[in-house]
């Protein structure tokens, strides 16, 4: 209860300062965007390039990591159909939708969850590397490509991650664990102070995108939304436990960490990359804002339930 609250709080005061901000005109008319973009072109790559550094992928390998990839690959799936078949959005919506359906807070919500309820941040790293690693790159590859004036060549291709910032801070992170090396702390504490400016002006973005929002509003993403939400908060969740508990045999903090990493809500950076490629920006942000909400109901019946 205390690492839900702890977590929560945090969020929210921050995205209040960022509301203020907006409501009051101080980073006049485009200050959302501007954020957005340093978040997106320089502070994530260098938070992900410092996380990836001291990583290695052996991290990724657990029961309840598992569960926890499993669960986000169905929601994703299911989302993806429905965005698709039945309600016809074009890719970059859809993969908006995606993102805002399966890809948690795992970073300024998720280590005070993990620290106060499952009692170790270890839980959590995991399912950051696996974010930052396979589902953010393929994400943005597949938002870059879905945003192209033309059809993509494989010249195109080929140049993608070179011209995108967070597969760049990915690729540079992968690229130090995997040679083995370990820099000085003189050089990647450069990287650290930069890339810890990501999560709070990623924040204070959202929280300036608010006025004048309406997240409840009925309309044409009415569903979409609603969906998004319902598949973040209660679906993977419940995906979770299924898997881990009949499938995969887990009991004990394996089962919560694998049921409460799954109920984190959508991460701000979804926002941050709509804002960016101009795709679903009212749908990330909505999804964003009402998961968060609900998350402070379902992750204290699951923590009270399961611990």
């Known amino acids: 209860m205390r690492g839900v609250l702890a977590g929560l ?11 203020l901000v907006g409501r009051y005109g101080l980073l006049g008319p485009h200050g959302t965007a501007v954020i957005a973009r340093l978040v997106f ?37 299911v989302y993806l159909l429905l965005a698709r078949y039945v309600w016809h959005h074009p890719t970059g919506e859809a993969t908006v939708g995606v993102l805002a359906a399966s890809y948690v807070n795992a970073a300024n919500l998720g280590l005070p ?38 059809r993509p060549s494989v010249r195109r291709l080929a140049l993608l991650p070179a011209r995108n910032p967070i597969m760049l801070g990915c690729a540079g992170g992968l690229l130090i664990s995997v040679s083995g090396w370990h820099p000085p ?11 810890s400016a990501a999560v709070p002006l990623a ?43 009949f499938a995969l045999r887990l009991a004990g903090p394996a089962l919560l960490a694998a049921v409460v990493t799954s109920a984190l809500p959508t991460a701000q950076n979804v926002f941050v990359f709509a804002t960016h490629y101009q795709r679903g920006q009212a749908l990330a942000r909505d ?21």
């Open 9 to 19: 709080g945090v969020i929210w005061s921050v995205t209040l300062v960022g509301y």
């Open 41 to 77: 072109l320089i502070a994530t790559p260098a938070l992900l390039l410092s996380t990836l550094a001291r990583s290695t992928v052996a991290d990724l390998v657990s029961p309840a990591m598992t569960a926890f990839v499993l669960s986000t690959l169905i929601v994703a799936a």
């Open 113 to 150: 969850v993990a620290a106060y309820v499952l009692g170790d941040v270890s839980f959590v790293a995991p399912v950051l590397i696996f974010q930052v690693l396979m589902a953010t790159p393929v994400a943005l590859a597949v938002l870059d490509l879905g945003t192209a004036d033309r």
């Open 185 to 195: 702390v003189e050089v990647l504490r450069p990287f650290e102070l930069v890339g």
């Open 203 to 245: 924040l204070l973005a959202l929280g300036m995108s608010l006025p004048g929002s309406r997240p409840l509003a009925a309309g044409s993403d009415a569903v979409p939304r609603v969906v998004a939400v319902v598949l973040k908060v209660l679906v993977q969740p419940f995906l979770a436990y299924l898997i881990a508990r």
């Open 287 to 307: 999804a964003v804002v009402l998961s968060t909400v609900a998350a402070a109901v379902s992750l204290t019946v699951i923590a009270t339930w399961l611990a």
